[in-house]
Nanobody
Framework: QVQLVESGGGSVQVGGSLRLSCKGS????????MGWFRQSPGKEREGVAA????????LYEQSAKGRFTISQDNAKNTLYLQMTNLKPEDTGMYYC????????????????????WGQGTQVTVSS
């Protein structure tokens, strides 16, 4: 059973930066689709950034392009999301997700394609 634990959230001002971490355990052999998703009050969970560990394919939600970077450290079983130039609309609960199915297209950013989820970490951006 895959378990994911996020950390690194917090409160920052507009233009600030945060790095989220997602420590994973229980992985079986093989590769995974992995992603970061955001849920804001009254909104559905949306994909922000995701990657395919098999070949490094990365996808970003439009507003995240150029500001967010998803990466992984295989030795530490940890997925990261580096967020810069943060805006108030980036506020929300950020969840890490993983699934053994092989996605390299739009499905990387679709929440319904993921079976394993962390508990989330809150990000608040204020002006």
């Amino acid at each position: 059973q895959v378990q994911l634990v996020e950390s690194g959230g917090g409160s920052v001002q507009v233009g600030g930066s945060l790095r989220l971490s997602c420590k994973g355990s229980g992985y079986s052999s093989g590769t995974y689709s992995m992603g970061w998703f955001r849920q804001s009050p009254g909104k559905e969970r949306e994909g922000v950034a995701a990657m395919q560990t098999a070949d490094g394919t990365r996808l970003y939600e439009q507003s995240a392009k150029g500001r967010f970077t998803i990466s992984q450290d295989n030795a530490k079983n940890t997925l990261y999301l580096q967020m810069t130039n943060l805006k108030p609309e980036d506020t929300g609960m950020y969840y890490c997700a993983a699934d053994p199915r092989y996605y390299v297209d739009y499905r990387l950013l679709e929440a319904e394609g993921y079976n394993y989820w962390g508990q989330g970490t809150q990000v608040t951006v204020s002006s």
